[in-house]
C-alpha cells in the first residue's frame, strides 16, 4: 500500500513540474490570436460607431491601444508525509497549483496636435497612391478619399459649401467617376503603373518628402488601348512624358503633372457618414436629418452600405447599438465590407507618431 501511494505520488509531482513549462508557449500562441482578434472586432466597432455619430452630428471619439501587458504567475505546491501515530505507518501527501492571469491594457485619447495631424490633415498622395500598389481596388481608394483629379470633381454634395476651395468645379461631373472606373480596369489588366521616387535633399540624406509617379502602359488588346487613350486624356497625358507626377492642389495642372486635392480623414468619415440611411422616426424626432438623394448612376449606392434596425443582426461583419438601433454591415455585403476595411486602413495611415497625450492605464484582475 505504501509503494502504490508513493508511485501516485511522485507521479503527479512529475506532471505538475513537467507540465508547468510547456503553459508559457501554450499561452503565447493562443493569447496572441485572441488579443489580435479583439482588438481588431474593438478597432471596427469604434470606427463605425463614429460613423453614426457623425451622421446624428454627434461627437467622435477616438481611442487607441497602445500597449497590451499580459502577465501569468503559477503556483505550484506539494508535501509528502508520514502518518507515525497509526499503524501500519501510512503515507500521506497534496498537490496545489495557482495561476493568476493579470492582463494590462493602456489607451491613449486622440487629442490636441495628435487629432489636427490625424484626422485634420489632407492625406498626401505619395502616401495613398502606393495602396494600389498593394492590391487595393484604385476606385474605392479614389472616391473615398480623393476630392477631385484636375478639373474632375468627386461628387460631395452632403458638406459642400459656397467657400470651399473647389466650390467653382461642377459637382455633379461624372468625369471622375468614369476615370475612377478606367484605372481600375487598367490596374486589373496591369497596366497602371505607380512609383515612388525619394530624392535627397541638400545634405545627402534621403527627404521625408517621397515624390509619387504614375504611368501608362501600352497594349495590344483593342478594348484596353480605347481605355488607355481615353484616360491618358482625361489625366492630360503628353508625349514628351514617359510618367506624370501626382501633386497635391487643385485645378489645372502643369506639364508634367497631375493635381490630386485628397481629403482629411475625418472628411473621408463625414462623407461615409452622410450616406448611412436612417430609420424614419430618428429623422421625424428631429434626431438627424434625411439623407440626400444623389442624381445620377453610380452615386446612387453608398460605398458602404449601413442597416439599421431595432432587432440585433444575426449575420454582422461589425455592429454597434446607438440611440436604441442597431446599425450594421452585413457580412455577405463584400463591396460595403471592402470600403470598410480600406477605410480602417487610411485610419491606421493617417496616425501620427507624435508624444502622446494622456494614457489610461486598465490594470484586469481575474
Known amino acids: 500500500m505504501r509503494r502504490i501511494a508513493e508511485k501516485i505520488l511522485c507521479g503527479s509531482l512529475i506532471l505538475l513540474t513537467s507540465g508547468c513549462y510547456s503553459i508559457g508557449s501554450y499561452k503565447l500562441g493562443k493569447d496572441q ?3 489580435a482578434g479583439s482588438m481588431i472586432e474593438a478597432s471596427k466597432r469604434q470606427t463605425l460607431s463614429n460613423l453614426v455619430r457623425l451622421r446624428y452630428a454627434d461627437t467622435p471619439g477616438f481611442l487607441d491601444t497602445t500597449q497590451l501587458i499580459s502577465g501569468y504567475q503559477l503556483q505550484r505546491n506539494a508535501f509528502l508525509g508520514v502518518a507515525s501515530d497509526t499503524f501500519p505507518i501510512r503515507p500521506n501527501g497534496g498537490l496545489a497549483a495557482q495561476l493568476q492571469e493579470s492582463p494590462t491594457f493602456t489607451f491613449q485619447p486622440v487629442t490636441g496636435d495628435a487629432y489636427a495631424h490625424s484626422l485634420l490633415r489632407p492625406l498626401p ?3 495613398l497612391l502606393p495602396l494600389a500598389m498593394g492590391g487595393l481596388p484604385i476606385d474605392v481608394l479614389l472616391r ?4 477631385s483629379i484636375n478639373l474632375m470633381s468627386n461628387n460631395r454634395p452632403f458638406s459642400r459649401n459656397s467657400g470651399d476651395l473647389d466650390a467653382t468645379v461642377d459637382s455633379h461631373s461624372i468625369d471622375f467617376f ?3 472606373h478606367d484605372l481600375r480596369l487598367l490596374q486589373a489588366a496591369g497596366l497602371l503603373n505607380i512609383q515612388l521616387q ?3 535633399d541638400k545634405s545627402g540624406k534621403d527627404s521625408e518628402n517621397n515624390r509619387v509617379f504614375l504611368s501608362i502602359s501600352s497594349t495590344t488588346d483593342p478594348n484596353l488601348s480605347l481605355i488607355v487613350d481615353k484616360t491618358k486624356k482625361q489625366l492630360n497625358f503628353s508625349s514628351k512624358y514617359e510618367r506624370m507626377e501626382v501633386v497635391y492642389g487643385l485645378g489645372e495642372p502643369h506639364p508634367g503633372q497631375i493635381r490630386m486635392l485628397t481629403r482629411s480623414m475625418l472628411s473621408i468619415l463625414g462623407q461615409i457618414a452622410y450616406q448611412i440611411q436612417i430609420p424614419d422616426d430618428e429623422v421625424s424626432s428631429g434626431n438627424t436629418r434625411k439623407s440626400i438623394d444623389i442624381p445620377g448612376n453610380i452615386t446612387q449606392k453608398p460605398l458602404i452600405d449601413v442597416h439599421a434596425s431595432h432587432k440585433e443582426p444575426d449575420n454582422a461583419f461589425v455592429s454597434i447599438l446607438y440611440d436604441h438601433y442597431y446599425y450594421w454591415i452585413d457580412r455577405g455585403d463584400f463591396e460595403s465590407k471592402l470600403a470598410f476595411t480600406i477605410t ?4 491606421e ?7 502622446p497625450g494622456a494614457v489610461v492605464t486598465i490594470p484586469v484582475n481575474k
Open 33 to 35: 490570436d485572441q488579443y
Open 125 to 127: 498622395p505619395a502616401s
Open 144 to 147: 473615398l478619399s480623393v476630392q
Open 178 to 180: 468614369s476615370l475612377a
Open 198 to 200: 525619394q530624392d535627397p
Open 344 to 347: 480602417q486602413m487610411l485610419l
Open 349 to 355: 495611415l493617417s496616425k501620427t507618431t507624435l508624444n
